[in-house]
């Protein structure tokens, strides 16, 4: 059985959509048999026969993440490598992973890996009109990086969430030129009703069926916790999910600012007849123009690069509810950005460090002058983190609207 034995490599993400460019990260899923276990064959053999290969380097296993991944850079490319095992002694090459069955025996974590595959496949099922759909994707992609608001693990939208949206524009308008296409995805989500949900198709259940597979499915009408979710973007292969559940409602006010403002660049440029270009849909947010006051978030490690991503990983990770604690602590009355580019430590530090900014200001409409002290909500969130995860290292520096610096011990 072993030398009779097969794996299956199959892109997802942007390689499979067809929108990778320059400095594009590779998604991949591994496919193998029902005898291969993920923690010892995958993220323990695997990864140590990885990790003395010339080619690979700055290679990170997180084998409890939501979705478990090994990180790398393979000849220098990034590369998400995720893991899922099929109930079958050999996977054929012509596997059908939109037939349910394939999901029978699993655990959540190998579904949700499955079904970055799943999902593509779905996607490009769906669209009428593939090279139009890629075309207006590249652009929506390209505007929220420069904007600020592609990331998903910062609480904004991430690549998933993107080509849904812009798939449910191409579906409303099948036979639409992308340089029309993008005037209307700006007009449709800058006005779009959240948290009315954004779907490809509709929701499906698999509660009574042949295979009964009763996978937890997003449906709010049966799931009190999913009437809660801001933003849902749903995912179009069973079960299907809510490929934006980080957002929060900070992010989301960021979001919508930044869709509408798109939405009167585009306008403009639409009724100049092509005179004035697309340039100026692509201009970078000004983030450290935008706010008088910001949080610093340092992050320092004493070991190396490693140790450096591991936490920088998980201090970014639990970013969005930092965010979520600050406006809650003053009333709503201040407002976060949290910006998702993180900067590299000055060239003079010993240490590696990797640092991140959260824009403060406080609501327009209420201009009142009011301080706000956030020593309490910030030590918090470090305790919380620190504990989470134990601490190899760190230091946090917070400007406060008021211009004091606060060193929690």
């Known amino acids: 059985m072993v030398e009779q034995a097969t794996a299956l490599l199959l892109p997802f993400g942007s390689y499979r959509l067809g929108v990778h460019g320059r400095g594009s990260d590779i998604d991949a899923l591994v496919i193998g048999p029902s005898y291969i276990d993920c923690d ?40 998400d490598l995720l893991y899922a095992s099929v109930c079958l002694p050999m996977v054929p090459k012509d596997i059908d992973l939109r037939d349910r069955s394939v999901l029978r025996g699993m655990d959540l974590a190998t579904v949700r890996s499955l079904n970055g ?37 910062m609480g904004f939208v991430g690549g998933v969430g993107w080509a849904i949206l812009v798939a449910r524009v191409c579906q409303l ?55 809660t979710h801001l933003m849902p973007v749903i995912t179009p292969a069973y079960p299907c999910m809510n490929s934006c559940y980080n957002v929060s409602h900070a992010t989301l006010r960021i979001i919508t600012e930044q869709l509408e403002i798109g939405r009167l660049i585009s306008q403009e440029i639409a009724e100049s007849g092509g005179a004035r270009g697309w340039e100026a849909l692509f201009q970078p947010f000004q983030f450290f123009k935008a706010y008088k006051s910001y949080l610093q978030v340092d992050v320092k490690v004493a070991g190396g690069e490693a140790d450096l991503r591991e936490w920088k990983g998980w201090v970014e990770s639990r970013l969005r509810q930092l965010v979520i604690r600050v406006e809650m602590a003053t009333a709503g009355m201040l407002l976060c950005h949290p910006n998702p580019q993180a900067y590299a430590a000055k060239p003079n530090d ?30 918090e969130f470090r305790r919380c983190t620190c504990t989470s995860s134990g601490d190899p290292g760190w230091s946090w520096r917070s400007s406060t609207p008021e211009g004091r610096t606060c060193r929690p011990t």
């Open 40 to 79: 010892h064959d995958f993220f323990d053999v695997l990864c140590g026969m990885l990790a003395e290969t010339e080619a690979v380097t700055e290679l990170q296993a997180v084998p409890r993440a939501y979705v478990p991944v090994m990180k790398m850079k393979f000849r220098g490319v990034p590369v």
């Open 117 to 153: 595959v799943r999902v593509a496949e779905e996607i490009m099922r769906l669209v009428p009109n593939a090279g139009a759909f890629r075309t207006t994707l590249r652009c929506v992609k390209h505007w929220a990086k420069a904007r600020g608001v592609y990331s998903n693990v």
């Open 173 to 227: 308008y099948p036979n639409a030129a992308p340089s029309m296409l993008v005037p209307r995805f700006f007009k449709i989500f800058s006005q779009w009703k959240w948290p009315n949900p954004v779907l490809l198709g509709g929701i499906e259940h698999d509660d009574d069926g042949q295979l009964a597979l009763r996978l937890p499915v997003w449906d709010p009408r049966r799931n009190p916790r999913d009437r």
């Open 350 to 379: 010993r240490q590696c460090t990797a640092t991140f900014f959260v824009g403060l200001s406080k609501q327009q409409q209420k201009q009142l002058q009011v301080q706000f002290d956030l020593r309490a909500t910030t030590e």
